[in-house]
């Protein structure tokens, strides 16, 4: 049986931002940490926040993903990226064995500034 993904020591960098606060990247990292914990058999190595990069995230979204059919805040997004690797079964969300997934994103919503991050898509 393949254990829960991985991801308590994973290494955390924020860069620079006036968009979030730290307290408000972290809560996503962590939401992303917990998301993470189904993809069985695999480690999250490293997870980050660029602004540049969150920015492309959410602006992808709003173009051609779920959130081009929605009026929603750009403030109410964050992208994070990630590193991970998938153990010897593949784990249970069809990765290739063995290997590594570097640059992996994770879109994130709120409803608010004050509200909750939930994991709305990741992939690349």
């Known amino acids: 049986m393949n254990q829960l993904g991985q991801s308590s020591n994973t290494q955390v960098s924020i860069g620079e931002t006036a968009k979030f606060s730290e307290e408000e990247i972290n809560e996503a990292v962590s939401k992303v940490k ?22 492309k995230i959410a602006e992808d979204y709003l173009k051609y993903g779920g959130g081009s059919e929605k009026n929603i805040d750009p403030d109410n997004l964050i992208g994070l990226l990630s590193n ?26 709120r409803n608010s500034k004050n509200g909750n991050w939930h994991v709305e898509t990741w992939g690349y």
């Open 34 to 55: 917990r998301k993470f914990w189904g993809f069985r058999g695999c480690e999250l190595t490293e997870i980050w926040y660029t602004e540049a990069e969150s920015n």
């Open 84 to 109: 991970f690797k998938v153990g010897s079964s593949g784990g249970d969300v069809s990765l290739e064995p063995n290997s590594t997934y570097p640059e992996w994103s994770w879109l994130l919503i």
